[in-house]
Structures are given as C-alpha cells and as structure tokens.
C-alpha cells in the first residue's frame, strides 16, 4: 500500500505490506471509558435516572420506586439517588456537559402580514468544540488529506473508505492557507411524522463530525451524530398550497431556519480557528459542510430548485426535464457563481433576471454564505428514503405484489412460506409473511428487497 499525503501536511509519502497497512505501531487504542457513567455518581445512579426519563416517572412514581429499591437492595447496590431532586440534580448536572439547545424567533413577511416561527438549534461549532475537547475522542480525528492505493500486483490502485482519502477533501485542504485543516460537517435533515395519524410533524437536524472513522461517526454513542436542529414547519393550507407564493414562504423559511442553525461556522469557515488540540498542537481549523444528506424533497429545498415542474429539476445538473430518459448526454453541474449570477442579474433587471432563475430552476441560498460548501457538491442520496424506501418500498416492491396477486393466493402462500423458511442471518430481519403486511421501516424493505429474489423466483418464473 502507498499513502500520499496532502503537501501542506510536511508527511512523506509512505509504503507499507498488506499485514501492517493499517496497524501503525503508533495507532491510538480504541475508545474505553472506565468510568462511562460520568458526570453521574456512579453507574446505578446513571442507570436509575435513565430508566426514570425513558419511562416519564413523575415524582410521586419516582419516590415511590426508591423506597422500593431500597427496601429490596439495602446495601447491595452503591446508588446513591435518595429522592428525585437527587435525579433532577444529576440531570442538570449531565446537560451542562454538553452544548444546549437555543430558541430563535424568525419572521417573514407574507401578504403583508408578519409570521413568526421558532427555530431550535445547538449551535454547531459549540457542539463541534464538545467532540474537540473529549479526551476519549481526540485521538481518533482525521485532519489531513490523503490518498490511499493498494498494489494489485502490478500497479498501485487508487481507494477510498474515509471522506478524507476523497478528492473532495484534498481540493478543501489545497484551497486553505499554511497550517490550515478542514473540519467536516455532514449534516442530515429529514421532515418526519410524530404521530401514526400524521397530524404532528417534526423537522429535525442531525449532525455527524467528519473528521472522526465511519465506525465512531456512524454510531449513537461517544462521537456519533447528534440533533443539532428542529426546524420550523410551515402549516399545511388547502387554499394556499401549491400557489407560488406560498411555496416561496416555506423555502424562505426553511433557510432562515437553516441559517440560525449555520451561523455559528459561517464565520469560522471564512476565517478558520485557532484551537490547541488534545496532542498539543495549535491546528487552525476551517469549517465547512462535507455531506448534505436527504432525499429529494430536502434536496430541492437545501440546492432551492423548484423541483420537478421546473425545467432542470436535477439539484445538482442542468440537465433539461424533458431528457431525464437520456443517459448517454452530460450536462454542465450546477454552481453557486452561476447561481448568484442569475441573482445579481434579478437585482438588476426582474424580468430578465426571473427568466434567468426560471430557466435554472433556482432560488437564493444559505449555502453560498459558506466557503467550500457548494450545495450542487455536497448533497448525497440517502439510501434509506431514496432506494429502500422509495424506489423500492413504494415502487417495485408493490408492483411485485401486484404481479403476486394475480397470480392467485397460492402463489402469495408459496412466498410467504419461502420467506417464513429461509435461513436466518445475524443482522438480517426474518419475515413469516410480506404479501399481506404494509411495511414503512426502511431496514426492514432493506432486508425483504435482499431477500426477495430468492423467496419469488420459483413463483414468478
């Protein structure tokens, strides 16, 4: 294996076999906590006041259940917890750890009247400096641009397995000054139903540090993402939805929102900053939005197209509406200059200018108040709403059950019967029946779509 490392990181190329590839005598040892229950007294006292939250005690309950404790485990459990101000105390103490939530009042005009909405953001460059400064975390954070290949044994072939070994990171870490790192935000945004009747939304925010191995990022434990955001959601109306007006109001409330939650890193993305990291080194780190990850919905909404009535309905080419069909043409990739272009142009001359914007589909964006973090780049497919829940869970998976039915309830019997016998798997979700159930977790339409060629070709052939 050859890494080569960015030049501005002063490191030396590097060769090494394929039995130390990866296991440098100077690896950091893996995160263990011997004490995880911290700031709590103890790991009862965590475990108590965890089982009181998630089950919603009130105080009369949550005495009651001490004294219970108590009577039953006098003195065989170090719980130190003797009413809930103890609980409420504990919990106070935890959440000042950590970066808090802050409410934000925005308000936008809208046939001539003032609307206000509330916005809910940790702000993100605080809750970056939360991971910066946990002991347990620091040494596992990637700030160098590398590129990584593995010898086929002929030549050297180029790899990627962490955003860093990505051209995208090299091109941030080349256009920064000396000294410069870039630190890496993947954010996630997904409006979702609180309620089974679909009467309560939410629109949540979540967070995940780049900088930090897939394996850490990934999880909901120490370094894993985090809410950071609830957006405001603009009520439904029967006599105004679907009116170009409207649409702008939900758009322009939405990066407004967004904004309050960016606001924080968008000076620091300008301007980087200084930070004495945990190995003792001053690393002069530049913020800026790595992933954007969402379905298409939020895709049009964070690249603000107009979406599939407009004639370039892709967030991130121009390709026309009217050759979606056609694979075999490229089509120049949208940018935020081409973009504010049409804008200035908008400020000049309004029906020149929304001719332009029409033309592109766009709108003005938040994301252009971020360096290196062009909306067109960044945006990623989230495989789970995208593929397992919509072009499979919602199209083919049904056409497939249509194309069972009428083949008579014998044939819906025979594939449940398969998919009731095949084998089980660690980490693969078992069904006794498909045919008859409506399913909306995405892993599970994961691991039906994984399993369905196996269970229906006998049926369907």
């Known amino acids: ?40 007294s103890c790991r009862a006292d965590f475990e108590f006041a965890e089982l009181a939250h998630n089950a919603a005690l009130n105080k009369d309950h949550t005495d009651a259940l001490l004294q219970l404790i108590w009577r039953i485990v006098d003195g065989q459990a170090n719980i130190t917890f003797k009413s809930h101000r103890d609980v409420s105390v504990a919990w106070d103490r935890a959440a000042g750890q950590m970066t808090p939530f802050e409410k934000h009042t925005i308000t936008t005009r809208h046939k001539r009247e003032d609307l206000a909405f509330h916005v809910y953001t940790r702000p993100l460059w605080d809750w970056a400096l939360d991971l910066l400064q946990d002991p347990l975390l620091v040494p596992h954070f990637v700030w160098d641009a590398q590129r990584v290949y593995k010898h086929d044994g002929t030549r050297y072939e180029r790899f990627y397995h962490e955003p860093w070994t990505a051209d995208h990171w090299w091109n941030v870490q080349s256009s920064l000054p000396e000294n410069a790192v870039p630190f890496a935000f993947i954010l996630y945004a997904d409006k979702t139903h609180l309620s089974s009747a679909g009467t309560v939304k939410a629109y949540p925010v979540f967070a995940h540090c780049g900088n930090l191995p897939v394996d850490i990022r990934n999880t909901d434990g120490l370094g894993g993402g985090r809410m950071v955001g609830w957006l405001p959601i603009v009520p439904d109306d029967s006599e105004e939805d679907g009116k170009l007006s409207y649409v702008n109001l939900k758009r322009v409330v939405w990066h407004e929102g967004f904004f309050k939650l960016l606001e924080t890193i968008i000076l620091y993305a300008k301007t980087g900053y200084a930070h004495l990291c945990y190995d003792g080194i001053v690393r002069w780190l530049y913020a800026f939005i790595l992933l954007l990850s969402a379905d298409y919905e939020e895709q049009c909404v964070m690249a603000l197209i107009r979406g599939t009535n407009c004639h370039c309905p892709c967030p991130i080419c121009l390709v026309p509406s009217d050759k979606l069909y056609n694979n075999a043409s490229t089509y120049p990739i949208r940018t935020p200059e081409d973009a504010q272009a049409c804008v200035e142009l908008w400020n000049r001359d309004k029906t020149a200018g929304e001719e332009a914007l029409k033309k592109r589909g766009l709108r003005p964006n938040v994301f252009w108040r971020l360096p290196n973090s062009n909306p067109h780049e960044t945006i990623s497919q989230d495989h789970l709403h995208m593929y397992h829940i919509g072009e499979w869970g919602k199209h083919l998976f049904g056409e497939l059950k249509r194309h069972a039915a009428a083949l008579g309830r014998g044939a819906e019997k025979k594939i449940d019967d398969q998919f009731a016998t095949f084998t089980q798997w660690r980490n693969l979700n078992h069904f006794d029946r498909v045919t008859n159930i409506t399913y909306s977790d995405g892993n599970k339409l994961r691991d039906i779509s994984k399993q369905i060629l196996y269970t229906t070709q006998n049926v369907l052939t």
Do not use: C, L
């Open 1 to 40: 294996f050859k890494t080569e490392y960015h030049p501005k990181s002063g490191r030396a190329t590097s060769i090494e076999t394929f039995s130390t590839f990866g296991r440098k005598q100077d690896q950091q040892p893996p995160i263990v906590d011997e004490e995880p229950w911290q700031p709590f």
